[in-house]
């Protein structure tokens, strides 16, 4: 790459992309996004594994969204539309909100009245969209854009509309090309279950042109009060303070089993007790601040490490996955911890309030004097 210039999903990858030459491309740079080494996550697993962290909270608006929605965004202007409108657990809102300004588009958010992190609504807010706040869950809210979008002339960018999977798969295309090869197993959260399916597809689609020569388990982790797939039924009143994966009635239901079983993975559920566990540590022994809902993909992993999961599935020691002889790993931390900050701060030490004086300070610090 060198000094070439980085920008967007779209121009990296316009030959996976249903673009053309002259569609009007809707861009803030996202993508790019950085693959982490988290050797105090290996480190917890043990010697027969490298844990990398596929960093997407550092997307233009903080989270994976705005891979779907540069290509979701850029097709419904290329399709004349002026007004595009989603259900959010926070983050589409965001996204959304803030590609709609750069086109010049207006755009309708509808967001689960008090179970939005606090960025998320500042952002959508700032970004000029027209917010509202229904009176009920994630689930109620979809279920009101699908039906305004289907009667009247505003394009749906909720991860149903097609184009939005088409950008989220880059990611894994992303991961391909910085290890050089798909990892052996990708973990990830679901909430509405459009980014494993997305992330599956990529793998697939590099897999079928040959520049990679295996593909991954999938591992989906849903939270534990929200977790319809796993528990095999639709869950009327979905619990987490994972707010962005408080989900009930996932949209991409079907996909993300088919992913699971194709790739021979798993979706499973974890606790909140386990998410914030997961959330603190890589806050702590990694320095990687995500969102709760992020943490579930590093809790999931956690949790089967723990179970010996990794110690039965021994590395692969021949063919394309045996350069290393580790067993390679990606965890997706989907969005940035500065959504999210009173959770943050809820599971953090508070300050210690002291007199503006050095005494106060080493009253509560040990140091040595030079
Ligand atoms: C940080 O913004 O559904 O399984 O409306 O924000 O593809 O839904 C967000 C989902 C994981 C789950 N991590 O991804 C929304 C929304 C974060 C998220 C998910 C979301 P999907």
């Given at each position: 790459?060198?000094?070439?210039?980085?920008?967007?999903?779209?121009?990296?990858?316009?030959?996976?992309?249903?673009?053309?030459?002259?569609?009007?491309?809707?861009?803030?740079?996202?993508?790019?996004?950085?693959?982490?080494?988290?050797?105090?996550?290996?480190?917890?697993?043990?010697?027969?594994?490298?844990?990398y962290?596929?960093?997407?909270?550092?997307?233009?608006?903080?989270?994976?969204?705005?891979?779907?929605?540069?290509?979701?965004?850029?097709?419904?202007?290329?399709?004349?539309?002026?007004?595009?409108?989603?259900?959010?657990?926070?983050?589409?809102?965001?996204?959304?909100?803030?590609?709609?300004?750069?086109?010049?588009?207006?755009?309708?958010?509808?967001?689960?009245?008090?179970?939005?992190?606090?960025?998320?609504?500042?952002?959508?807010?700032?970004?000029?969209?027209?917010?509202?706040?229904?009176?009920?869950?994630?689930?109620d809210?979809?279920?009101?854009?699908?039906?305004?979008?289907?009667?009247?002339?505003i394009?749906?960018?909720?991860?149903?509309?097609?184009y939005?999977?088409?950008?989220?798969?880059?990611?894994?295309?992303e991961?391909?090309?910085?290890?050089?090869?798909?990892?052996?197993y990708?973990?990830?959260?679901?909430?509405?279950?459009?980014?494993?399916?997305?992330?599956?597809?990529?793998?697939?689609?590099?897999?079928?042109?040959?520049?990679?020569?295996?593909?991954?388990?999938?591992?989906?982790?849903?939270?534990?009060?929200?977790a319809?797939?796993?528990?095999?039924?639709?869950?009327?009143k979905?619990?987490?303070?994972?707010?962005?994966?408080?989900?009930?009635?996932?949209a991409?239901?079907?996909?993300?089993?088919?992913?699971?079983?194709?790739?021979g993975?798993?979706?499973?559920?974890?606790?909140?007790?386990?998410?914030?566990?997961?959330y603190?540590?890589?806050?702590?022994?990694?320095?990687?601040?995500?969102?709760?809902?992020?943490?579930?993909?590093?809790?999931?992993?956690?949790?089967?490490?723990?179970?010996?999961?990794?110690?039965?599935?021994?590395?692969?020691?021949?063919?394309?996955?045996?350069?290393?002889g580790?067993?390679?790993?990606?965890?997706?931390?989907?969005?940035?911890?500065?959504?999210?900050?009173?959770?943050?701060?809820?599971?953090?030490?508070k300050?210690?309030?002291?007199?503006?004086?050095?005494?106060?300070?080493?009253?509560?610090?040990?140091?040595?004097?030079?």
């Open positions: 790459m060198g000094s070439v210039r980085w920008s967007g999903i779209i121009s990296a990858y316009r030959e996976f992309l249903p673009v053309g030459v002259d569609s009007p491309i809707v861009t803030l740079n996202e993508g790019n996004t950085p693959l982490i080494p988290a050797p105090a996550v290996s480190r917890e697993i043990g010697p027969q594994v490298d844990v962290l596929k960093f997407e909270g550092l997307n233009p608006t903080g989270s994976f969204k705005d891979r779907g929605m540069t290509m979701a965004v850029t097709k419904a202007v290329e399709e004349g539309s002026s007004a595009v409108m989603c259900a959010s657990t926070g983050n589409t809102s965001a996204s959304a909100a803030a590609y709609a300004a750069r086109a010049g588009m207006n755009c309708i958010v509808i967001i689960p009245d008090g179970n939005i992190a606090l960025g998320k609504l500042a952002q959508a807010l700032l970004h000029g969209a027209k917010v509202f706040a229904v009176a009920g869950n994630f689930d809210a979809l279920r009101i854009v699908r039906e305004v979008t289907a009667k009247y002339k394009t749906l960018v909720n991860s149903i509309n097609p939005r999977l088409e950008g989220q798969k880059t990611g894994a295309f991961i391909c090309d910085v290890l050089g090869e798909a990892p052996q990708h973990f990830i959260p679901v909430g509405n279950a459009g980014n494993i399916t997305a992330y599956w597809r990529g793998y697939k689609e590099y897999y079928a042109k040959g520049l990679v020569s295996g593909l991954p388990k999938m591992m989906g982790f849903q939270a534990e009060g929200a319809p797939i796993v528990r095999g039924h639709v869950v009327e979905p619990e987490t303070l994972a707010t962005a994966i408080r989900i009930g009635n996932p991409s239901w079907k996909l993300a089993e088919a992913a699971r079983d194709e790739s993975g798993v979706i499973d559920m974890v606790s909140d007790e386990e998410i914030v566990e997961a603190r540590f890589l806050a702590q022994s990694e320095g990687v601040f995500c969102e709760p809902a992020s943490a579930a993909s590093v809790a999931g992993l956690l949790k089967y490490a723990r179970q010996g999961f990794f110690t039965r599935h021994h590395p692969v020691t021949v063919g394309p996955h045996a350069t290393s580790k067993v390679r790993i990606v965890c997706v931390l989907t969005g940035h911890g500065l959504k999210d900050p009173k959770n943050a701060i809820e599971f953090s030490p300050p210690i309030s002291v007199p503006a004086n050095v005494e106060a300070i080493l009253e509560h610090v040990a140091l040595e004097e030079r």
